[in-house]
């Protein structure tokens, strides 16, 4: 299993190759590629490389899905024996990253299910071999 551990918006997020993940807002629309270069730990088959604080020549591809709105967040301050009330609300706004690939100085890794799709399974029997069987 491989995974990589990201830093954006301010956050530090565990990925692996075909999940998606919520995060900060990112200026891009939807159906657009994105990288990400702040990478601070990459782990393939056991193999872990850790930065200090980034790993060099480590990326992670997405592809943006949406962008929409969190919940609502409510925030009541009150001050006893004021009459003083404050009610405000807040929602954050989300970007959903579907994660395409991890590469780590060149190796691309991809999710499992997609390498397989990749690589089509050529069927190896000639035309006319197919023909005369079916007769």
Not at 37 to 55: E, K, M, R, T, Y
Not at 72 to 95: A, S
Request: no cysteine; charged share 30%; glycine share 8%.
């Amino acid at each position: 299993m491989t995974y990589a551990i990201i830093e954006t918006g301010g956050k530090q997020i565990r990925v692996e190759p075909g999940r998606f993940y919520d995060i900060e807002l990112l200026p891009t629309e939807p159906d657009e590629k994105v990288t990400i270069d702040s990478v601070l730990l990459v782990q393939h088959d056991g193999a872990v490389s850790i930065g200090q604080p980034l790993v060099t020549g480590a990326t992670v591809e997405g592809t943006v899905m949406r962008h929409y709105r969190g919940r609502k967040v409510l925030v009541y301050k009150m001050k006893p024996k004021k009459k003083t009330r404050k009610k405000r609300g807040h929602r954050q706004e989300i970007t959903r990253l579907m994660i395409d690939s991890i590469t780590l100085n060149g190796e691309v890794f991809v999710a499992q299910g997609e390498a397989e799709k990749e690589t089509p399974v050529l069927d190896e029997t000639p035309a006319e071999e197919v023909e005369t069987a079916a007769e």
